[in-house]
Nanobody, 116 residues
Framework: QVQLVESGGGLVQPGGSLRLSCAASGFTFSSYTMTWYRQAPGKERELVATITGTGGYTNYADSVKGRFTISRDNAKNTMYLQMNSLKPEDTAVYYC?????????WGQGTQVTVSS
């Protein structure tokens, strides 16, 4: 059974940093591309960043380029999102996502709030 569990969200001031984690289980983690999405209140879910199984390729939404870094530790079956220079518009629920065994899989999400 595929499980994706996010953690690390919270309240942070503008300009601050947070690191999100996504712990994965139930599949061979290193073989799969992993993605972070986010959904702000009243908006559609949007892709934030994606990383291939080996970590050799990453891609980012224009809105987070230069501020966010996606990474993974395949020995720990965990993906990360380091978020720096946070802005109020980064406020959203952040989700971990993967297509495994031909099915989409989502975590439960972790809330990130950027506010003074």
């Amino acid at each position: 059974q595929v499980q994706l569990v996010e953690s690390g969200g919270g309240l942070v001031q503008p300009g601050g940093s947070l690191r999100l984690s996504c712990a994965a289980s139930g599949f061979t983690f290193s073989s799969y591309t992993m993605t972070w999405y986010r959904q702000a209140p009243g908006k559609e879910r949007e892709l934030v960043a994606t990383i291939t199984g080996t970590g050799g390729y990453t891609n980012y939404a224009d809105s987070v380029k230069g501020r966010f870094t996606i990474s993974r530790d395949n020995a720990k079956n965990t993906m990360y999102l380091q978020m720096n220079s946070l802005k109020p518009e980064d406020t959203a629920v952040y989700y971990c996502y993967a297509v495994v065994f031909g099915r989409t899989n989502w975590g439960q999400g972790t809330q990130v709030t950027v506010s003074s």
